[in-house]
């Protein structure tokens, strides 16, 4: 199990004490110091089965600032977050071809 994880969010935090709660100790992925690649976001969002758009955090300053209101391409959004991966909403858990989005934190629940 995997947890793209940012110690300063609540939800973030609780998902991953949820997880460790069940006696699971999942590799940590710090995605706002080692940002995830194209490639990795591509195969997170096929896990998540959503669009990049759909994993927007649209209340981030960096989002109202440059990109609201855009219309970019799946590409073009994937791009946007693998350079600003503040914008990547989180936590995200994946477990083999699961994944899911810790919002709330009971979906991990799903996976254990």
Partial sequence: ?????NPRCRKSRETLALIEEKGVTPEI????????????????????????EALLRKGEKVFKEKYKG???????????????????????VVKGKKAILGRPPENVLDLL
């Fill in 1 to 5: 199990m995997k947890i793209y994880h």
């Fill in 29 to 52: 992925v710090l995605y706002l110091e080692k940002a995830p690649t194209q490639k990795e976001l591509k195969e997170l969002l096929k896990l998540l089965k959503i669009k990049p």
């Fill in 70 to 92: 855009k219309e970019l391409s799946d590409a073009e959004w994937i791009k946007v977050m693998t350079k600003n991966p503040k914008l990547i909403e989180r936590p995200i």
